[in-house]
């Protein structure tokens, strides 16, 4: 059984970088072919994928977030990162980590594996 489990901080002030860790158990971060992906929700907004990390290394961003974005893995520990620097409030959201086997990152059917979410609140 795969699992994915996220861990931080739940409230990160404004100008400051958001850090989550996903450990992940069940499955290898370097096995073919699966991509590991950082996705939130905001509060009454859509789900926003933000990026992931390939299980060849290769990261890959959202557009409108990747100037602020950064995701990187730990092989040794099986775990994969998300940074994310000057937050702002609109950056308040259920964070999830999850697999998925396309990499298409907004197909959203072939995500087959989820963290349960953690709330990062952004606020001084």
């Known amino acids: 059984q795969v699992q994915l489990q996220e861990s931080g901080p739940g409230l990160v002030k404004p100008s400051q970088t958001l850090s989550l860790t996903c450990t992940v158990s069940?499955?290898?971060?370097?096995?073919?072919?699966?991509?590991w992906a950082w996705l939130r929700r905001p509060p009454g907004k859509e789900l926003e994928w933000i990026g992931y990390i390939a299980y060849t290394g290769s990261t890959y961003y959202n557009p409108s977030l990747k100037s602020r974005t950064s995701i990187s893995r730990d092989t040794s520990k099986n775990q994969f990162t998300l940074q994310l620097s000057s937050v702002i409030p609109e950056d308040t959201a259920v964070y999830y980590c999850a697999r998925t086997i396309d990499p298409n990152p907004m197909v959203l059917n072939e995500y087959d594996y989820w963290g349960q979410g953690t709330l990062v609140t952004v606020s001084s």
């Open positions: 069940g499955a290898s971060i370097t096995a073919d072919v699966y991509y």
